[in-house]
């Protein structure tokens, strides 16, 4: 079994900024993971993508957060991260990490991180 760890959420005021951290608790590649990514779920909503980024650095975002949030990697940690600045209101929701292997139908979430933007 895997586990995904997140850290990093909060209250933060508009115009601010977090940083998500999400660690698997083993190795991606023997786990067969070729993507790793955030979604987020605000309430009454569905849980959508935010950014993904694939093995060879292939990155994907909403277009709502293109130019203010940032995903990368560390595999020698098996993590990902989720650079967000200039953060907005509507940004309010819990935000998930996920890795998976689609083609192969594997994937994996987890608990979850509150993120609130408010004044």
């Known amino acids: 079994q895997v586990q995904l760890v997140e850290s990093g959420g909060g209250l933060v005021q508009p115009g601010g900024s977090l940083r998500l951290s999400c660690a698997a608790s083993?190795?991606?590649?023997?786990?067969?993971?070729?993507?790793m990514g955030w979604y987020r779920q605000a309430p009454g909503k569905e849980r959508d993508l935010v950014a993904l980024m694939t093995n060879d650095y292939t990155t994907k975002y909403a277009d709502s957060v293109k130019g203010r949030f940032t995903i990368s990697r560390d595999n020698a940690k098996n993590a990902v991260y989720l650079q967000m600045n200039s953060l907005k209101p509507e940004d309010t929701a819990v935000y998930y990490c996920?890795?998976?292997?689609?083609?192969?139908?594997?994937?994996?979430w987890g608990q979850g991180t509150q993120v609130t933007v408010s004044s």
């Open positions: 996920n890795a998976a292997r689609p083609s192969w139908g594997i994937e994996y």
């Open positions: 083993r190795s991606i590649f023997a786990i067969n993971i070729d993507t």
